[in-house]
């Protein structure tokens, strides 16, 4: 008995030509997204936690203020979310900065 006419498989159109045309989706997929975390210590100095945030991370004082508490008080917090190359780059600049300075602040990155 012919199997012509009875689609079931994808690609199977049941036209019996064993069509292979099944993925029409593009598959670009999005780069993955990195968070740089600041991790608290009991030494770095708090405004020097708020000058790294103002002059790596863009922010203004007051956000830069609210964060580093947030830190303070919490232990750790995302301080940003970039592609994997930016995320390696303001992490090596915050401990570059931290370590010229005498400061044990650690800054690290994650898979968001
Ligand atoms: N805990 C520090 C202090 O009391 C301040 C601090 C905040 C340190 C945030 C690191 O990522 C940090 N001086």
């Known amino acids: 008995m012919s199997m012509a006419g009875q689609p079931g498989r994808p690609g199977d159109d049941g036209d019996g030509d064993a069509s292979v045309v099944v993925d029409t989706k593009p598959k670009t997929k999005r780069p993955p997204l990195y968070k740089v975390l600041l991790l608290n210590d009991d030494y770095t100095p708090m405004e020097f936690v708020v000058h790294v945030l103002e002059r790596f991370f863009g922010m203004t004082h007051a956000q830069a203020f609210e964060i580093m508490l947030t830190v303070h008080k919490k232990g750790v917090a995302v301080v940003g979310v970039f592609s994997h190359e ?27």
């Open 86 to 112: 930016i995320a390696e780059t303001k992490v090596g600049q915050v401990m570059d900065f931290a370590r010229r300075h005498q400061h044990p602040l650690q800054c690290t990155m994650e898979k968001e």
